[in-house]
């Protein structure tokens, strides 16, 4: 069993992240984790993951947006 650290689960709650204590209280121990940035979150875009939808979504040529007027 994972014991939790409740002084230092409180000091990020109401220090940390501004909650009453009332509203630290009512999170789950998961909704907290995720308020703390642990677990739940996708990593950032690496360079390949942007390379891959500019593939699928390339970018129109100049000029060549719908609606745009030519000068």
Known sequence: ???MDWPVL????LR???LSPASFW??????LAL????GGAQAP????GLDRL???YPD??????????DD
């Open 1 to 3: 069993m994972n014991r």
């Open 26 to 31: 009512a999170l789950t121990p998961a909704e």
């Open 54 to 56: 500019m593939q699928i």
């Open 35 to 38: 308020l703390l940035g642990k």
């Open 16 to 18: 940390g992240l501004h």
């Open 45 to 48: 875009m690496g360079r390949g």
């Open 10 to 13: 409180m000091r990020a709650g």
């Open 60 to 69: 129109p040529a100049s000029g060549s947006l719908k609606g745009q007027q």
